[in-house]
């Protein structure tokens, strides 16, 4: 099997022919190898690539394992590149920041040892704006991560190399996180999916906070619903480092299925639109999600828009006081360096020196309106199984651009106010999973967030791969660098 039948496999499908050893780890390495030499270079997506003689040597050493009966797990043999936020023994972890350029960590995050431990060979790093700030994915020690569809467009963000890989089949499945739609955004702007889970749903660590950090998560991205699936069960799990990890055995995510007709006839999904106007969206996008709306109906659902039962303006205030209070503690010690502080980017000396202006009256009163808003999303879901908002307010722009200033004519007041819709599943705590909705006018893709119950992450996969069933036109169109077959 040549390299391009190979990358075409799903996940799943590339799981099964390894373990029946139709396909030898070795073979699955190399073949990901040659597409990341042919197209990387043009994106930019996968950085700190490790040497590939050492990493054809560990897939002959998985390769070994199977021929002694040993499969380690899924991943088995499968090449994967790690976020550039988590820590990798051994592979440089640089946060995209130049003050960790040569930062190179001797143990594994928590998320990394169990991709590791499923049989996954760590290749590299997927590249991240700097500290995961911003839906943009460039640093100053890496520079700027193109998107799939039109390289000299932005990937999105943070998780921007690992859409972008695999949008061009540079790795079968990718680990992403997630804070302000991270996740959820660059799935949309290269047209992959991206599932953001349930608070506690993927442990992280070890991290300095145990409990305050409550807004970030880690998650799965893949080229399928089925593919999140399995990653999803193989990145979740109660931990006992991670006090507030979910017990809930994760095997149960692994293999959700597609909801029945008797499901999809009763699923009552709510639309949520622009906020009644509170968001300015660029033109198109609203019409491409209802589009894939109109999709969800034609497989049985009822779709019905829905008036927000919360302030926008007043959740916007809740968000700005929680994230710039999260990013100073972990960013503050940097700041108050001076010669450290000249290396961060502007919007991280920004948010620091807004959570240092906060009291503590205002921390406890941004967790009680969070609260708050908790509730008000709980009373929409007790009238709908899922909401339903875009997963972008605007389409993929010039990747020089460090952040959209204006859109329709909307001055944008902080660096990530054009991200706006993307706070509501973070702040509930809910799962939310990014699905194509198809292109706009200039061939460009986009998407829109599924929001599930309270720790609904089955019967959310369980409605996915039904609408994914539905939207195969979409999904079959590929990028143009993949159609012309060839790379830079």
Known sequence: MDADSLSRLDACALSQAIRQ??????EVMAAYLARIDAFNPQ???????QPPECLLAEADARDAQLAQGLPTGWM??????IK???????VRTTLGSPLFADHVPTADALMVARMKAAGGIVIGKTNVPEFGLGSNSYNPVFGRTGNAWQPALSAGGSSGGAAVSLALRLQPVADGSDMMGSLRNPAAFNRVFGLRP???????????????????????????????ARLLAVQAGRDHRAPLSIAEPASELAEPGIASDAELRGCRIGWLGDLGGHLPIEPGILDACEAGLRRLETIGCRVEPLTANFSPAEVWQTWLDWRRWLVTGRLVALYRDPQRRTLLKPEAIWEVEQGLAMSAEDVCAASLARSHFHQQMLELLSRVDLLVLPSAQVWPFDKQIDWPRSINGVEMDTYHRWMEVV????LAGLPALSVPVGFGPQGLPMGMQLIGQPLGERQLLRFAAAYESAIGDWLRREPPLLATGRGS
């Open 198 to 228: 349930s608070a506690g749903r993927v442990p992280s660590g070890p991290p300095a906070d145990l409990f305050i950090q409550q807004l970030s998560t880690e998650g799965p991205m893949g080229r399928s619903v089925r593919d999140v």
């Open 43 to 49: 994106v930019n997506a996968i950085v700190s690539l």
């Open 21 to 26: 050893r139709e396909v030898s780890c070795r």
């Open 423 to 426: 706070i509501h599943a973070t």
């Open 76 to 81: 088995h043999g499968f090449p994967m590149a």
């Open 84 to 90: 550039d936020l988590a820590a990798t023994a051994g």
